[in-house]
T-cell receptor
């Protein structure tokens, strides 16, 4: 199993540009998550999904959008990039109800200039 | 949003020493997880705790779910250079959305050979 994969690994955007961060998992997990990690801080939840077609906001959803058309994929969309969105983005997935363990991808380092 | 208080923020120790770190919350948690993050990588799950008082080991790592349900501890025995990294606690409290975790800010561990 590849686990959780993320692309790209690095990206530099100009203010106002848009992009999609890709995330895929091959563990057949229902739950998927997007976090951002700022320097010296813990992870903040952006959006999460409990299954295909179902998404919900986390703690810091503003400026982002998500979709979940399949169990495997959970892309994160930035529509109008702002410097405040400079961060490292992690995707994670977790198994069904009854456990809260989450497995993380390697991250995408995004810089908005 | 709610955050866990994780301490210490950083530790500098000699190889072979034991390490202790802890996490506290103002509210009751029903799950505690401990993750390790290496530079440039996503967090990796070390230990998961589901019952108050539970003591679980993973090699040289031992973690405990506090009796009050408001804290957790992680101990590393006989540290080695590859223990270097950032250790995060994460928990879910009663009433939280299924699978949504709250993360501490991390303890950065440095090991001198």
């Amino acid at each position: 199993n590849a686990g959780v994969t993320q692309t790209p690994k690095f990206r530099i955007l100009k203010i106002g540009q848009s992009m999609t961060l890709q995330c895929a998992q091959d563990m057949n997990h229902n739950y998927m998550y997007w976090y951002r990690q700022d320097p010296g801080m813990g992870l903040k939840l952006i959006y999460y999904s409990v299954g295909a077609g179902i998404t919900d906001k986390g703690e810091v959803p503003n400026g982002y959008n998500v979709s979940r058309s399949t169990t495997e994929d959970f892309p994160l969309r930035l529509e109008l990039a702002a410097p405040s969105q400079t961060s490292v983005y992690f995707c994670a997935s977790g198994p069904r109800l009854g456990t809260f363990e989450q497995f993380f991808g390697p991250g995408t380092r995004l810089t908005v200039l | 949003g709610q955050q866990l208080n994780q301490s210490p923020q950083s530790m500098f120790i000699q190889e072979g020493e034991d390490v202790s770190m802890n996490c506290t919350s103002s509210s009751i948690f029903n799950t505690w997880l401990w993750y390790k993050q290496d530079p440039g990588e996503g967090p990796v799950l070390l230990i998961a705790l589901y019952k108050a008082g539970e003591l679980t080991s993973n090699g040289r790592l031992t973690a405990q779910f506090g009796i009050t349900r408001k804290d957790s501890f992680l101990n590393i025995s006989a540290s080695i250079p590859s223990d270097v990294g950032i250790y995060f606690c994460a928990g879910q409290n009663y009433g939280g959305s299924q699978g949504n975790l709250i993360f501490g800010k991390g303890t950065k561990l440095s090991v001198k050979p």
